[in-house]
T-cell receptor
């Protein structure tokens, strides 16, 4: 296992289009997180799953955003009707425990909405 | 509500000297703290952590100090090397991590 994998690495889309990102966590990790990072800021929590259950969503996650983890393995994050303000780095992380241990991050998906 | 704050956006240190990065937090419920390092166009990489039952944790050139009464932690890197140039984030949280804004460290030869 080479770590957390995200696809694509870069995505440029026109405003109003839908985009979907994929994250493959470390295989034995049951927790999967999505974060968003904008320039000059630290990563901001969006949502997380324990196995296939989505346990928490940030108020940052508007109704245009939806995340799934259908079989408790990989996850997808979809943004509908993209806006320029959605341009950011979307980071996925996984961990095997709740708290007390570090989360391992993927390399991120850089989204640019034009 | 910025629960984790890094008040220095940037820091420049000469190679071989000590780098000290600072972080403050407001949530007294936080009991585990982490430092991540991030290079451009990559995800954050875990560096070192500390539990609130300790006040110091050391791993090679990296040492993290925790002052619970002041709600302050710091990361010391000694000696600093050019490869340490990156953005450093402190983070804490239970179910999810809350990150500071980051400090860009530049090590000058």
């Amino acid at each position: 296992d080479t770590g957390v994998s995200q696809d694509p690495r870069h995505k440029i889309t026109k405003r109003g289009q839908n985009v979907t990102f994929r994250c493959d966590p470390i295989s034995e990790h049951n927790r999967l997180y999505w974060y968003r990072q904008t320039l000059g800021q630290g990563p901001e929590f969006l949502t997380y799953f324990q196995n296939e259950a989505q346990l928490e969503k940030s108020r940052l996650l508007s109704d245009r955003f939806s995340a799934e983890r259908p079989k408790g393995s990989f996850s997808t994050l979809e943004i509908q009707r993209t806006e320029q303000g959605d341009s950011a780095m979307y980071l996925c992380a996984s961990t095997s425990h709740a708290g007390g241990t570090e989360a391992f991050f993927g390399q991120g998906t850089r989204l640019t909405v034009v | 509500d910025q629960q984790v704050k890094q008040n220095s956006p940037s820091l420049s240190v000469q190679e071989g000297r000590i780098s000290i990065l600072n972080c403050d937090y407001t949530n007294s419920m936080f009991d585990y703290f982490l430092w991540y390092k991030k290079y451009p166009a990559e995800g954050p990489t875990f560096l070192i952590s500390i539990s609130s039952i300790k006040d110091k944790n050391e791993d090679g050139r990296f040492t993290v100090f925790l002052n619970k009464s002041a709600k302050h932690l710091s990361l010391h890197i000694v000696p600093s090397q050019p490869g340490d140039s990156a953005v450093y984030f402190c983070a804490s949280g239970a179910q999810k991590l809350v990150f500071g804004q980051g400090t860009r460290l530049t090590i000058n030869p």
